[in-house]
C-alpha cells in the first residue's frame, strides 16, 4: 500500500512538471532594465588618466570647424577662440556641463507603458544602424534594403520584449529623394509601433514639417513636444576633433521642437583616432564631451544620451571590424567612463561581422553585448538584427538576439540570496525523504521566478532533434520570423490621422 500511494505520488509529481513546463511562464526571470556595471574593465587611476587627458585635447587642442551659430553660443558661456580657427574649452566650463547635464530622462513610448528611463544603472538593448542591405528570407543572400523592408522590420520588432526602442534599422534604397526617405522613414515607425523610436534627420529644414507629421500622431499641433516618443540620432563632431556644420544645425532644430538626442561620436580606431585604446578613449571621450558641451550652451541640462561608440577597423585591411574582442572591450571601457561621470551612456555592441546566421553571428555578437551590458550600458545600440558589419540586417538575426538579450539579463539579475533561497529546508528535506529535489514545492517556486526557458535554442537529445526535421536555430528564427510577419500587422495610426499625413507629404508605402 505504501509503495502505491508513493508511486502515485511520484507521477504526480511528474505530471505536475510537465503542465509546468507546457505552460506559458506567469513571470518573466529576465526583463529589460537589469542592473549593469560589474564589469570594470578600467581602474581608477586609469579613469582618471583618460579624463584629463579628453579635458587637455579640449582646452589645449579645442574643436575645429566650428559653425557661426555654434561658435556664437560657445563663446556666450565661456569658451574662447584661439585666432587659429579653433574653440577652446576651459575645464571649469566642461566640468559644468556634466553637472548640469541630464543625468537620468525618460524616453517615452507612444504606448506610455513601453516607455523607458535612460540613466543610471539600468541596461536596455535597442537598435541603431543605417543597413543598405537586407539578408532575403527566401534565399538567404543580401539584396538593397527597401522601404518595404523597414516597414516589416518596424512591426516584427513591435512583437520583442527586448527591444526596448526602436531606431530605423535600415535605409529605404527605393526612396531616392532626401526628404522623402526622412518623412517615410517617421512614418514606417509612427504606424508600425508604441515603443520609443529614434530616427535621423538628413538636413535641419527637414525637423519641421516631420515635427508637423508628428504632432498629428500625438493628438494636435505642440502635442509632440510635450511628450516626445521620438529621439533623434545625430553625429555633430566628425573625428578628429571637430564639429560637422549640417549635424550641428539639426542639433539646433531638434533642442528647438523637444526631440531628445542622442549625440553619437564614432571614430575609428588607428584611422580617425589613435589605434592604442587608451589613446583612442580619451579622443573619443573628449569629442563626446565636445558634444555635451555644444548641448549645454544652446540648453543647459537638455536630454541627451553620451553616447560614445567607439568602432574598430581590421588595421590589415582598413575594414570595420563591428564583432571584435576589442570592440567589446572598448564599448565596455565607453560605458564605465560614461557612468563614472554620471552620464546616460549609449555604446555600440552586437555588432557582428559574420554575413550569415552562423557560429561567427552568435559567438561575436554573444561576446560584445554581454560586456556592454556588464559594464553597464544604458542603451546598448544595434544590438538587435545587425549582420555584416552594420552594412545589413536580417529578419530572422532579431528573433535570435532577443532570445540572446534574454540570456542576458539573466546573468544581469545574478543571484539573490535569502534565508528561503539558501534552501536549507528543501535541501534536508531531499536528503531525507525523496533523495531529489524534483517536484519540491521549493523547486517548483523557483522554477519561473529564476530560469529562463528559451523557444529557439534547442536541448533535445540529438535522437529527438532529428526526428523533429533536424533544425537549426536559423530554421526556426526564419519560421517564428515569417509567422510575426504573417499575422502581426499593426495600425497605431487611426484613420483621420493616417489620411491627414497622407494628404500632407508623400507616403510610399
Known sequence: MVKTQRSAAKRGGRNKRLAMRAAKPMLDPCPPGQIGGAYRPLSDADLHSIYNTAIRLLTDLGMGEVPENLATTLLAVGAQDNGKGRILFPRGLIEEAIDKAAKTFVLHGRDEKRSIEVGGQKVYFGTGGAAVQTLDMDNGLYRPSTLKDLHDFTRLQDTLANVSWFTRCCVATDVPDNFDLDVNTAYALLKNTTKPTATSFTMAEFIDPIVQMLDIAAGGEGEFAKRPFMKAHISPVISPMRYGEDAVDVVFGCIKHNIPISCITAAQAGATAPATMAGFLAQSLAETLASLVMVHSIQPG???????????????????????????????????????????????????????????????????????????????????GMTASLLGASFEGFVLDDEMHSNTYRALRGIEVSEDNLGYDAICEAVLGEGHFLGGAHTLAAMERDYFYPSIANREEPRTWAENGACDAWDIAKERAREILDTHHPEYLNAEQDQKIRETFNILN
Do not use: C, H
Open 302 to 384: 537638455y536630454p541627451m544620451v553620451f553616447s560614445n561608440w567607439p568602432l574598430v577597423i581590421d588595421l590589415r585591411t582598413g575594414a570595420f571590424s563591428g564583432g571584435s574582442g576589442e570592440t567589446a572591450l572598448l564599448n565596455a571601457a565607453s560605458a564605465q567612463l560614461s557612468n563614472w561621470l554620471g552620464l546616460p551612456s549609449g555604446v555600440a555592441s552586437s555588432m557582428t561581422d559574420a554575413k550569415a546566421i552562423d557560429a561567427q553571428y552568435g559567438a561575436e555578437k554573444g561576446i560584445t553585448s554581454l560586456a556592454a551590458a556588464l559594464a553597464g550600458g544604458n542603451l546598448i545600440y544595434e544590438s538587435s
